[in-house]
């Protein structure tokens, strides 16, 4: 089907139906009930699941298959975004165009900055990358003022031009942005007994852009081209020998892997018209390192899991406070019930990051393909049978 | 000329927490081969033990003041330090003040112990690992490292001055013959490049002119062949490692009368001294100092406002500029040795 064979057939599939079916999925508790809380069945947080699902896929094709860490990618996603927005100030509000351009603009910058960072490996490739990175950041932030809107970020204003579009709505707002008429934030909700399901526009249209890139990068990933990506990660020598360049396989995939990021980068503008100089920042390169590496790197739907796994964090299990501990351990005695919940306070709440820090350092020591291993290694202690081939093994969501 | 003077002086504090910082980075790459993310984390912890050390000196007790009651009829109390208890009040109050200079003594025990367990516990194992897994390690670590922090100190930078004897500025115009108040700098900045040159000229002594540091040179240049002669290479690469965590804390501690320490301060040098360390040589500690120095004067004259109106924005990029023709060009870095690191 597709192109594909039987076993990835399926896991796009399943993958498919997962992402269809995330707002019921993704919201298992009834509302009102004292695990609402997990619920992460809402726009925002959907939207984010998929558009961090692509830029980590992206950054998997680079990565995983070639072996090149960088540490820069988050330049690509900010440029993607600013593209957008650009486009939705000056042509108008329809998406297409705006991830079109912001697919074509990272992918002229990633270009260039990989034809300049690939003529080192290793760790000065992550150093090149980095500084790279780091450079837009500063530029963005200071002197490209006019371009990027500074330390405000880039924002829609009543007097856009727009050609295409209006400049306003009727009502005489700054219009949002849409799809041939169906706008972005548009929601649906179902009201099934206690359970409430929302359905957004946006989210459907990201997950269905999620899904291509999907298709698109299990296609790399059985492709000659990403055979041959992969003898780069595995002895690059040894491929000179045999008479092969790898530049141009290595640049190709990093132009791929940049516009997968612009491409995340103009989605992310599409749900929300905002772009900011943060979103180029060094840490938030280093947080799709985590996701793919969380996930599973060099595996198909590792990064997807990373991804969903980093983001549900960030916004869940942040919003843990004391006094929900507390409730939560309200059966042990007095003294217990403190004593567990200083111990348990400091890795929840605003201390997420140091329980990402720690469960990613356990990842990298003891499970490097990470979750996808993780979840293999389980699935061989029950059950004998599936030894052959495990690519499509762990397929329930990380959520 | 005397704006000249005074960049090449503002450059060189921050050059010299540069220098510092990749000084121990090179260290660690250049003996036991590991790319330490987790270094400007060691550099923030330094800071925090001078925060520390503040704190526990100005823990004090209340007492109360004989014949005063406060508006409540209750008699008035007022805090008194343990340290004024203990050494008396003029002592107590000079120990107070000086919290930073003493944190010296107070840091180098806890930054050793830090990196001596970092070394055995963590990055042992990660030798034989490719650089890929040694960075994400670490980095994973630095994040840990500063949660830890973050949680312990908050959030907010937390002011740490300087002793009252070095806060003021000083006309270093007038002593070399320029017209007053041309050239002002702050003495503690002055301080702190005195501080980051003799710790550099220990490092280099220490390697130089002992049979410890002898023998870790000859282990940087073939590891094997020194283990073979009989020596415990190991255990005197696990010390190295603490000495480099010691510098690293040492930088920090002396850091933060400049700059109030918050808990990402760390990650903020981290990616300068890692560029720093390039330009200067993977595994080259001259190159590492030349480097930082270099890299901290070119900064401050970027920012020069003559310098700004041609180039806008240089300021911001001048380092990352440098470190990417010094990549392309000459891989190995200014001072880095032939054949080391250079694909």
Redesign the interface.
Known sequence: MFGLDKKDASLLLIVAALVAFAPFLLNPFPEGSAMAQFNAGYPDLMQRFVIFGIFAIGFNILFGLT?Y?SFGHAAFLGVGSYAAVWMFKLLSMNVLPAIILAVITSGIFALVIGY?SL??????F???T???A??SF??A????TPITGGETGLQLALDDPRIFGSATTAEGNIPVPGLFGLEMRDSSELVLGNWVFTFNVGYYFAAIVMLLSFYLAIRIFRSPFGMMLRAVKSNQQRLNYTGLNPRPYTLAAFVISGMYAGLAGGLMASMDPLAGAERMF??AS?EV?LMT?LGGVGTLIGPVLGAGMIKYMENIISKINSDILHGWFAFLPDGLEDLVVTMIY?FIGK?W??T???V??LV??FL?GGLVEGGQRVAKLFGRKKTDEPKSAKTEPAE | MDAIILQILNGLDKGSAYALIALGLTLIFGTLGV?NFAHGALFMIGAFCAVTLSRLLSLSHEVAIPGQTDFLGNPATRDVPYVFDIFGETVGASIIDWAVPLSILFAIPIMILVGVVMERG?IK?FYKRP???Q???T??????LQ??I??YYGANPIPTPAPAAFTGSFDFGAVIGFDPNTIIYPYWRLVYFAFAAVIIGAVFAFLQFTTFGMVVRAGMADRETVGLLGINIDKRFTIMFGLAAAVAGLAGVMYTPINSPNYHMG?DFL?LS??VV?VGG?GSLPGAVLAGFLLGILESFASMREVIDII??IN??II??V??VI??TR?RGLMGRKGV?E?
């Open positions: 072996g860490l300049v003529r080192r490996s290793g760790i000065y992550s150093i090149l980095l500084a790279f780091q450079m500063a530029l932030y200071s002197v490209l060094w840490t280093g390192v590496i400091p201390g990051h140091l990402l820090g720690i990613f350092m990298v020591i490097p | 790319v963590l194992h650089h890929a897994d960075i994400l390690v980095f994973g670590l630095a994040i840990v949660e830890i973050k949680y990650m990616v890692f560029v390039v993977m806008p924005g911001q990029v990352y500029l470190a990417i990549l392309l891989p690191m694909d």
